[in-house]
Structures are given as structure tokens and as C-alpha cells.
């Protein structure tokens, strides 16, 4: 069974400074990763996807993140945070031979002016 | 609006009704998921459907819950005798089913609260 691993509930970073949440999976086989976004009183949205070829991957909203295989990881990052990227992300795996998502607990990023 | 739309948004309901749920995908996807969010978790994946196929059940969708997607357009989702532990957001996603392993799109969700 595949798992997320997002180890920090909350994230506080100055706005124009870099914002990173870390995310750790695990998953039988090669794995297909995600990142979504959610605002209050909106659904979730989505940010970027890691398939195949370069593992650093660019999203919506200036994201980035990095795929590391020998780290399971795949951290996402912005490198200058603003004040309207608060909000609660979560990080999902699915095994390259499904298409269900397995999401982590979150991790809520404030952005302060 | 061409995104995931579902309704209603809000449900309060007696402890023991049962409650049903609409869910309307993005017009072209043929994949329709559905997920449960409690407060302070990530979505746990409940079910999922290729068109009018269910074709995978989460051990989490107990024998209350049950979900239709009659002519592969529309989902409902009804929670039978509801009780106090189904109170959560319940979200609906949809997706192409093709290759490259395209990012499912969610609705705004239902939140329910068993009272």
C-alpha cells in the first residue's frame, strides 16, 4: 500500500522569502506524484505532477518540485512566497498501475507580509 | 462553470436519515472518484468509476454507503441510517482515463454534519 508522509503541520515564512513543504512517500513500483492546493471554502486544486523524464518539475503559481528517488521524496518549493500562497497543501501518491490517490495529512503555509 | 460541480454543498442531518450526494464531473472525463476529508487528514479515497463501471471500493465505504453513476455522466453517493462518524467533506474528482497519467480535477466538496 502506497503512504504520504508530510512531516511539518505548518510552515511560516516572510513573504519574498523562499517557502518549501517537504513531502516523503512510499509506493510499491514506480510512482506518480502530485501536489494540490486548498483555499478555504474552495476545492482542491491542482499544482503540478511528477510522471517520468526531469525531476524537477514546474507547476501553476511559480511552484516547483523536486523529484528524489533515493530520498522518496518530493519537496515542493517557491522562491519568493507571497502573501496570497497561504493556504493548505497536500502532497498524493498513486502507484504507476492505479490511478486512486493517497493523500497526506497537509501542511498549512502562512505567508506574512 | 465547466469544472467538477457538487451538491448540495451543506447537509445537516438526524443521526439514522440517510442523505444522498450529486456529483457532476467535468463534461469529457470518464474517471469519477470519490473521497472523504476529515478535519486535519488529507482526502482518503473511497471509490471510483470508468464510466458507469464502479470498478474499485475502499474498505472504508462500509455497507451504508453505496454510489451509482448511471449513464457515466453524473455520481451519487448515499449514505444509508448516517451516524455521528460520517460527519466529513465529502469530495468528488473526475479525470480522463489516458495515457500519461492525467491529474484528477476536485469539486468544492459536501460537508456533512451528523447531528
Known amino acids: 500500500a502506497q503512504s504520504v508522509a508530510q512531516p511539518e503541520d505548518q510552515v511560516n515564512v516572510a513573504e519574498g522569502n523562499p517557502l518549501t513543504v517537504k513531502c516523503t512517500y512510499s509506493?510499491?513500483?514506480?510512482?506518480?506524484l502530485f501536489w494540490y492546493v486548498q483555499y478555504p471554502n474552495r476545492g482542491l486544486q491542482f499544482l503540478l505532477k511528477?510522471?517520468?523524464?526531469?525531476?524537477l518539475v514546474k507547476g501553476s503559481y511559480g511552484f516547483e518540485a523536486e523529484f528524489n528517488k533515493s530520498q522518496t521524496s518530493f519537496h515542493l518549493k517557491k522562491p519568493s512566497a507571497l502573501v496570497s500562497d497561504s493556504a493548505l497543501y497536500f502532497c498524493?501518491?498513486?502507484?504507476?498501475?492505479?490511478?486512486?490517490?493517497?493523500f497526506g495529512a497537509g501542511t498549512t503555509v502562512t505567508v506574512r507580509a | 462553470d465547466t469544472g467538477v460541480s457538487q451538491n448540495p454543498r451543506h447537509k445537516i442531518t438526524k443521526r439514522g436519515q440517510n442523505v444522498t450526494f450529486r456529483c457532476d464531473p467535468i463534461?469529457?472525463?470518464?474517471?469519477l472518484y470519490w473521497y472523504r476529508q476529515t478535519l486535519g487528514q488529507g482526502p482518503e479515497f473511497l471509490t471510483y468509476?470508468?464510466?458507469?463501471?464502479?470498478?474499485?471500493k475502499s474498505r472504508l465505504l462500509s455497507d451504508r454507503f453505496s454510489a451509482e453513476r448511471p449513464k457515466g455522466s453524473f455520481s451519487t453517493l448515499e449514505i444509508q441510517r448516517t451516524e455521528q462518524g460520517d460527519s466529513a467533506m465529502y469530495l468528488c474528482?473526475?479525470?480522463?482515463?489516458?495515457?500519461?497519467?492525467?491529474?484528477?480535477?476536485f469539486g468544492q466538496g459536501t460537508r456533512l454534519t451528523v447531528v
Open positions: 474528482a473526475s479525470s480522463l482515463a489516458s495515457r500519461g497519467h492525467p491529474e484528477a480535477f
Open positions: 509506493v510499491s513500483g514506480n510512482p506518480y
Open positions: 511528477y510522471i517520468t523524464g526531469d525531476n
Open positions: 498524493a501518491v498513486s502507484p504507476s498501475n492505479d490511478y486512486k490517490l493517497s
Open positions: 463534461s469529457e472525463h470518464n474517471r
Open positions: 468509476f470508468q464510466n458507469e463501471a464502479q470498478l474499485e
